[in-house]
């Protein structure tokens, strides 16, 4: 009776777990650049009894444990904006930003221009090209940024592009390994980064999250259900526990 009790509680704390995973999902549906994250489940088995004053093998309980969270890299849909600065990457690639903590990572690709001609993410950090942070003239129009991330311009009265500088694109060995920082930013964990030229820039455009708002509603409404019948089960084991109880103590007279 015990081990029912013990087995809902483990099931429930990992449902409290999940719900928190899939309520940050459903928060970030409109973030660009967002990658969902899922939860992975095991199964736990306790050890029997082992003491020499037990006969014979229990019965091994089996308990659920939440085992780890891992990140769905997979793309968003594209979204064609039409701002010369908004750019979507198409592969693994990522964008090398510099914050007050370090070099980060992010597939947001909301950019814009700052008040010193730099070209920075909606949060303010700078994006970092091959030579590092890219700036512009005040004179610079008609941006452009091709398919491998050069960023040109028209200066004044210039018919001549001139370029700006290079996106600095990033992939890693194992993306699993890149820890979340909010702000819809990475930091790259036991992995180091590494240039990406596989990955090609989509101007005009932006990648938008990847989470599927219908499938993360109904599973919020599946965990909780199941959150429900568990609580209703232990109630249950509870009553029929305390009720064995009293009768166990109702010494005749």
Same mark, same amino acid.
């Given at each position: &009776?015990?081990?029912?009790?013990?087995? /809902?509680? @483990?099931?429930?704390?990992?449902?409290?777990?999940?719900?928190?995973?899939?309520?940050?999902?459903?928060?970030?549906?409109?973030?660009a650049g967002y990658k969902? #994250?899922?939860?992975?489940?095991?199964?736990?088995?306790? %050890?029997?009894?082992?003491?020499?004053?037990?006969?014979?093998?229990?019965?091994?309980?089996?308990?659920?444990?939440?085992?780890?969270?891992?990140?769905?890299?997979?793309?968003?849909?594209?979204?064609?904006?039409?701002? *010369?600065? #908004?750019?979507?990457?198409?592969?693994? /690639?990522?964008?090398?930003?510099?914050?007050a903590g370090g070099e980060?990572?992010?597939?947001?690709?909301?950019? =814009?221009?700052?008040?010193?001609?730099?070209?920075? $993410?909606?949060?303010g950090n700078q994006v970092?090209?091959?030579?590092? *942070?890219?700036?512009?003239? *005040?004179?610079?129009?008609?941006?452009?940024?091709? *398919? #491998?991330?050069?960023?040109?311009?028209?200066?004044?009265?210039?018919? $001549?592009?001139?370029?700006?500088?290079?996106?600095?694109?990033?992939?890693?060995?194992?993306?699993?390994?890149?820890?979340?920082? /909010?702000?819809?930013?990475?930091?790259?964990?036991? @992995?180091?980064?590494?240039?990406?030229?596989?990955?090609?820039? =989509?101007?005009?455009?932006?990648?938008?999250?990847?989470?599927?708002?219908?499938?993360? &509603? @109904?599973?919020?409404?599946?965990? &909780?259900? $199941?959150?429900?019948?568990? %609580?209703?089960? &232990?109630? =249950?084991?509870?009553?029929?526990?305390?009720?064995?109880?009293?009768?166990?103590?109702?010494?005749?007279?």
């Open positions: &009776m015990e081990n029912a009790l013990l087995v /809902g509680l @483990s099931r429930q704390v990992t449902l409290e777990r999940q719900l928190d995973v899939v309520a940050n999902n459903i928060a970030n549906v409109n973030t969902a #994250d899922r939860s992975l489940f095991e199964e736990y088995l306790t %050890s029997g009894a082992h003491e020499d004053n037990f006969v014979g093998r229990d019965r091994r309980v089996s308990y659920v444990q939440d085992r780890a969270t891992f990140r769905d890299f997979t793309q968003g849909p594209v979204e064609q904006t039409k701002n *010369p600065l #908004d750019i979507a990457i198409n592969g693994d /690639g990522l964008l090398a930003v510099q914050t980060r990572y992010t597939r947001d690709g909301n950019l =814009q221009i700052n008040n010193t001609g730099q070209l920075v $993410t909606v949060a970092l090209g091959t030579s590092g *942070p890219i700036v512009f003239q *005040p004179t610079d129009h008609d941006i452009n940024i091709s *398919p #491998d991330g050069t960023v040109t311009v028209l200066e004044g009265a210039s018919r $001549t592009d001139s370029i700006r500088g290079k996106l600095r694109l990033v992939s890693f060995a194992d993306a699993q390994s890149l820890l979340k920082q /909010g702000g819809n930013l990475f930091a790259a964990g036991g @992995s180091a980064p590494q240039q990406d030229l596989k990955s090609t820039v =989509q101007q005009g455009f932006v990648e938008k999250s990847n989470v599927n708002a219908v499938a993360e &509603m @109904s599973r919020m409404m599946e965990v &909780m259900r $199941t959150y429900t019948h568990i %609580s209703t089960l &232990m109630q =249950q084991q509870n009553d029929l526990q305390k009720t064995a109880i009293e009768k166990l103590a109702d010494v005749p007279a």
